[in-house]
Each structure stands twice: as structure tokens, then as C-alpha cells.
Nanobody
Framework: QVQLRESGGGSVQAGGSLRLSCAISIYNDYCMGWFRQAPGKDREAVAAIDSDGTTNFADSVKGRFTIFLSKRENTFYLQMNSLKPEDTAMYYC?????????????????????????WGQGTQVTVSS
């Protein structure tokens, strides 16, 4: 069973940057993702990466966020740049046992929160205007 431990997060002004970290006990054969949930809203996917380096991003963060995996550190990261107040949310890392983060047709999968089994505890990100 994979274990996840998050770190990072905090408060920043609009336009600033933050990096979230998620230490994962096993990364081979897992799709690893970042999600966020704002008060009163559904949990939404932000980005995902597999051990081959295939990545997916939500349209709302493309060009601003990157996701990368450090195999040496058994940690995957979410680098968030040009942050906006609407990025304010609780951020969660997650993992699902599957070889790739894309379906045979090339669509991101798993992507929805209900397609992931393992979760971190969450970390708050607050962006002020």
C-alpha cells in the first residue's frame, strides 16, 4: 500500500510562487496527481504524472503550474507560479495503481478524484490579491 506525505503550502500574494511536495513510498506503476478543493466546491484535478514522465494539467493551470517527479527523493512536486486568488484551496496529493496516466485513446486517466485510491492529508494554499 502506497503512503503519501505532503509538505509545502502557505500564503502568498497574487503573482507569487509556491512549491508543494508529496513524498511517496512507491512511485513505479503509479499515476500521481495533485488535486484541490475550495470551500463549497468539488475536488478538482490539477495535474498528474506517471513514472515515465507523462503529465496532464487542468486548463486553468496550464502554463503556470508544473509537476515533476524526483525518483532519487521518491517525491513529486507541484510548482505553482503566477498564482491567482482563485488558486486558493486545500491541495491534496494522490496516487493510483496504474502503469500510465493516459488511457489508450490518450485521454488523461485516472483524472477525476474518484479514480484515485491513495491520498495525502492536504495542505492549504492561500493567494491574496
Amino acid at each position: 500500500q502506497v503512503q503519501l506525505r505532503e509538505s509545502g503550502g502557505g500564503s502568498v500574494q497574487a503573482g507569487g510562487s509556491l512549491r508543494l511536495s508529496c513524498a511517496i513510498s512507491i512511485y513505479n506503476d503509479y499515476c500521481m496527481g495533485w488535486f484541490r478543493q475550495a470551500p463549497g466546491k468539488d475536488r478538482e484535478a490539477v495535474a498528474a504524472i506517471d513514472s515515465d514522465g507523462t503529465t496532464n494539467f487542468a486548463d486553468s493551470v496550464k502554463g503556470r503550474f508544473t509537476i515533476f517527479l524526483s525518483k532519487r527523493e521518491n517525491t513529486f512536486y507541484l510548482q505553482m507560479n503566477s498564482l491567482k486568488p482563485e488558486d486558493t484551496a486545500m491541495y491534496y496529493c494522490a496516487a493510483e495503481y496504474t502503469l500510465y496516466c493516459k488511457s489508450d485513446s490518450g485521454a488523461p486517466r485516472p483524472w477525476s478524484h474518484d479514480e484515485y485510491t491513495y491520498w495525502g492529508q492536504g495542505t492549504q494554499v492561500t493567494v491574496s490579491s
